[in-house]
Structures are given as C-alpha cells and as structure tokens.
C-alpha cells in the first residue's frame, strides 16, 4: 500500500492557484526587456501582485517584471503544493474573522482617491485548531492570514493580544481605530477591553523605535549621497579595495562614533548592500564589489536616492512619534491626525519636502517624549491578568460553540480539521 500523495496536485491548476509573496516561479514564456530577452523558463520569485491577474516576478540579476499570471507557473511541486496549502488555509479561516478595521492612510486622514485600503483584523482559530494537533505540531497552525498583495491582514486571538501587550503600533492602531466592523458578536468582548493593553511601553515600541529608524535613515540618506563619489573613486583608480573605499568613505561620510573600527564597518557594510542593490536590479553582472569597480569604470552615471530614502518613507516615523506623545501625555492616542501634524505629514507625502527636513521634523516632536512619558497619563505595564483572562474566554467560547454544534464557523461541521489541510 502506498502512501497517500502530499496533496492531490493533479486536482490544482498550476496557473490558477494564488501565488503568495515569496514563490518561486518559472516563466512560461520568454520575456523581453529592455536590453535582453529572458528565456522560457528563467526562474524568479514573486514580490507583489500590482492588479488582478497579475504578478510581479523578481529574477536576481535582472530585476522586476509585471507581468500575467498566466505567464508563471510555480517552480516545482513543492512550490505548488505551499501555494495549494495556503489556500486551503486561507479558505478555512477566513470566515472565522471576529472583526476587521481599516488602517492606513484611509484611517489617519491622509488619503486620497488613488490611495489603498488597507485592513487588519482579528480571527479566532476554531475549538478544533488550538487543540487537534499533538504540541509538537501546533507551530504549524497559521496565526495570521494575509492576502496575496499584502494588503489585507487577520491575526489570530492570541497572537492578537500576546502583539498588543508588547504595545506593538499595528496592532494598537488596529485595536483603537474609531471605525471597527464586528463579523460576530463576540468581537465585543476584545474590543471592549482594549484598554488592559495600553501602558507606557509604548515609548519604547512607537516613540524610540521611530528615533531610531528616523537616525538609520539619516546614515543611509548621507551614505547614498556619497555614492556618487564612491563611483568616481572607484573609475579613476583601477587599485582601489573594498577596505580601502570603506576606510575612505567612513572619513568622509559615517557620521563619527568614536570608534573608527566601527565606522569602517558600518562603511563596508553599506559598500556590500550598495552592489547587492544594484545587483538584484539588473545592474552589475555578479554580486560583488570586483562587478561594482567595473560597473564604475564602464557604465556609472548619476543615480537618483534609493526608493527606500525618499521623504514618503519618514511620514509614517513623525506621525508615531506624534501618536506616542499624545497617548502618553492624555491616554488617548492619535489616530485621525488633524491641524499642523497632518500638514507637515501630507507634505512629505506628497514630496513637497525633502528627507531631511521630514527628519528634522521627527526630531522635534521626539523631543516631548521623555517629557509626555515622565507625567504620563498611563500605567507603567499593561494588564497581564486581564489580557490571559480575555484570551482564555474567548477560546472558551470557540469550544463552547464547537462542542454544541452551534451555528456558524466555529462549529463542528464549520470548522475544517486542520490535519488535513496541514499535511
């Protein structure tokens, strides 16, 4: 007798299936670029999906095509039956959905007609969920369902709260939001009770962490602009190192620490990500800074900042910073922005103000965190207690309807047994 197959592929069409982040994939046709045609079957990963029915593939070396579903097939049987998987995961738990908010822009008064819509919710795993599988197997029950483009977010309960309780922003938010859609009634019982979540650790996980990503910013806006220069370094002397361009660059551009060891690798490291990026664009002809020198002696030409360094990527560090100060000082936190933070955040948005003035700004409004946090408003830590004793009501409630066959999806004959869609 032989074993039963993983799954029964030849029941799942390969062009079909949803491709989640990460995939890799292989291309059903060859696909011309600008300076090059990639062959039928060069092989890429998926990293977003643009619009319905399409994907975007990125193949190392070449860079990011957008390109129809239908021109990709999952790399191997391995990669079909994890791409099944997750539908089938997906399938069941998604009608176990307690609640869901938007979030985002659309949330903090700073959208546009264009803009997307961006959700996170709650789910509650069925009875059969948290307890049909041996200990040693319970990682591999999902807690958290996210849809193929990214947008759309479900935490399970419990990963829910233990998030909450590290005062984590995206979860805090999603609790706090003024606009909440309740899919079952017992969405109440979590969101009635969000306060026991909120504690001054929130300095720490939306105010500090912003400061710090607001500095890490800084280093590699003053990095990349010295690019430039580390090209011209590298095309006027055939000579130069790896050590010797970070030694170089860490005199001129690393923002001193006092330890110059340290600032000649932090130089070194920015040398390796900047060929690695240029690299995984299509850029250089391998990943290595012997492909960077040769890049800079034959093709280099001014570069525009990185994606990752325009100004819309720090509007988000001013307003939770803001968000932080004011929940600290009143209790109540920041969600729609109004007034001047929502000027200056719109602005950045809409690149009327370069990173560094978007930084400065960051900077300003940290400056009353220590202040707001010192004669704050909310308890040191968060209720631990409360918070076990609403997780385990819940999970409670989940058996209760499972074990009496209650209507809905956390039934018996609601609820699929996640053995089978797990093997």
Same mark, same amino acid.
């Given at each position: 007798?032989? +074993?039963r197959?993983?799954?029964?592929?030849?029941?799942f069409?390969?062009?079909?299936?949803?491709?989640?982040?990460?995939?890799?994939?292989?291309?059903? =046709?060859?696909?011309?670029?600008?300076?090059?045609?990639?062959?039928?079957g060069?092989?890429g990963? #998926?990293?977003?999906?643009?619009?319905?029915?399409?994907?975007?593939?990125? /193949?190392?070396?070449? *860079?990011? $095509?957008?390109l129809?579903?239908?021109? /990709?097939?999952?790399?191997?049987? *391995?990669?079909?039956?994890?791409?099944?998987?997750?539908?089938?995961?997906?399938?069941?738990?998604?009608?176990?959905?307690?609640a869901?908010?938007?979030?985002?822009?659309?949330?903090w008064?700073?959208?546009h007609? *264009?803009?997307?819509?961006?959700?996170?919710? /709650?789910?509650?795993?069925?009875?059969?969920?948290?307890?049909? %599988?041996?200990?040693?197997?319970?990682?591999?029950?999902?807690?958290?369902?996210?849809?193929?483009?990214?947008?759309?977010? %479900?935490?399970e309960v419990?990963?829910? #709260?233990?998030?909450? $309780?590290?005062?984590d922003?995206?979860t805090?938010?999603?609790?706090?939001?003024p606009?909440?859609?309740?899919?079952?009634?017992?969405?109440?019982?979590?969101?009635?009770?969000?306060?026991?979540f909120?504690?001054?650790?929130?300095?720490?996980?939306?105010?500090?962490?912003?400061?710090?990503?607001?500095?890490?910013?800084?280093?590699?806006l003053?990095?990349?602009?010295h690019?430039?220069? /580390?090209l011209?370094?590298?095309?006027?002397?055939?000579?130069l190192l790896?050590?010797?361009?970070?030694?170089? $660059?860490?005199?001129?551009?690393?923002?001193?620490? *006092?330890?110059?060891?340290?600032?000649?690798l =932090?130089?070194?490291?920015?040398?390796k990500?900047?060929?690695?990026?240029?690299?995984?664009?299509?850029?250089?002809?391998?990943?290595?800074?012997e492909?960077?020198?040769?890049?800079a002696?034959?093709?280099?030409?001014?570069?525009?900042?990185?994606?990752e360094?325009?100004?819309?990527n720090?509007? !988000?560090?001013?307003? #939770?910073?803001?968000?932080a100060?004011?929940?600290?000082?009143?209790?109540?936190? #920041?969600?729609?922005t109004?007034?001047? $933070?929502?000027?200056r955040?719109?602005?950045i948005?809409?690149?009327?103000?370069?990173?560094?003035?978007?930084?400065?700004?960051?900077?300003?409004?940290?400056? +009353?965190?220590d202040?707001?946090?010192?004669?704050?408003?909310?308890?040191?830590?968060? !209720?631990?207690?409360?918070a076990?004793?609403?997780?385990?009501?819940?999970?409670?409630?989940?058996?209760?309807r499972?074990?009496?066959?209650?209507?809905?999806?956390?039934?018996? +004959?609601?609820?699929?047994?996640?053995?089978?869609?797990?093997?």
């Amino acid at each position: 007798m032989t +074993d039963r197959p993983l799954l029964a592929l030849d029941a799942f069409d390969p062009e079909r299936v949803t491709l989640p982040h990460g995939c890799e994939v292989t291309l059903r =046709r060859a696909v011309a670029m600008s300076e090059h045609t990639l062959a039928m079957g060069t092989v890429g990963r #998926i990293t977003g999906h643009p619009a319905p029915g399409r994907v975007e593939v990125t /193949v190392a070396g070449r *860079g990011c $095509l957008d390109l129809a579903r239908a021109d /990709v097939a999952p790399r191997t049987d *391995g990669q079909l039956a994890h791409a099944v998987r997750r539908a089938r995961v997906e399938a069941a738990l998604l009608p176990c959905a307690l609640a869901r908010a938007t979030v985002g822009s659309r949330a903090w008064n700073l959208s546009h007609e *264009g803009s997307d819509h961006d959700t996170r919710g /709650v789910l509650l795993w069925p009875f059969s969920w948290a307890s049909a %599988l041996p200990p040693q197997k319970q990682g591999a029950v999902p807690d958290v369902v996210v849809s193929a483009d990214g947008s759309h977010t %479900l935490w399970e309960v419990g990963r829910t #709260i233990e998030q909450a $309780l590290r005062a984590d922003p995206n979860t805090l938010e999603m609790l706090f939001v003024p606009s909440v859609e309740h899919l079952d009634p017992l969405a109440a019982t979590l969101f009635e009770t969000r306060e026991v979540f909120v504690s001054q650790r929130l300095y720490g996980s939306f105010g500090r962490y912003a400061v710090a990503q607001a500095k890490k910013l800084r280093q590699s806006l003053r990095l990349a602009r010295h690019r430039d220069a /580390v090209l011209g370094w590298l095309r006027n002397d055939d000579a130069l190192l790896l050590d010797a361009v970070a030694a170089r $660059l860490a005199s001129e551009a690393v923002e001193p620490s *006092g330890n110059p060891k340290d600032d000649t690798l =932090r130089a070194k490291q920015y040398l390796k990500q900047l060929y690695r990026s240029m690299f995984d664009q299509g850029l250089l002809a391998a990943c290595s800074f012997e492909a960077l020198a040769t890049f800079a002696r034959t093709e280099a030409s001014a570069f525009d900042l990185p994606r990752e360094l325009r100004p819309k990527n720090a509007y !988000n560090l001013l307003r #939770i910073v803001a968000c932080a100060v004011q929940w600290l000082r009143t209790g109540t936190p #920041i969600i729609a922005t109004e007034g001047a $933070l929502r000027d200056r955040l719109l602005s950045i948005k809409r690149g009327e103000v370069d990173l560094d003035t978007a930084l400065r700004w960051t900077d300003e409004a940290a400056a +009353d965190l220590d202040p707001a946090r010192d004669a704050s408003a909310l308890p040191e830590h968060p !209720n631990d207690e409360a918070a076990a004793q609403l997780l385990l009501r819940l999970r409670e409630e989940a058996a209760r309807r499972w074990l009496h066959a209650a209507d809905g999806p956390w039934s018996r +004959d609601g609820a699929a047994d996640p053995r089978s869609l797990l093997r």
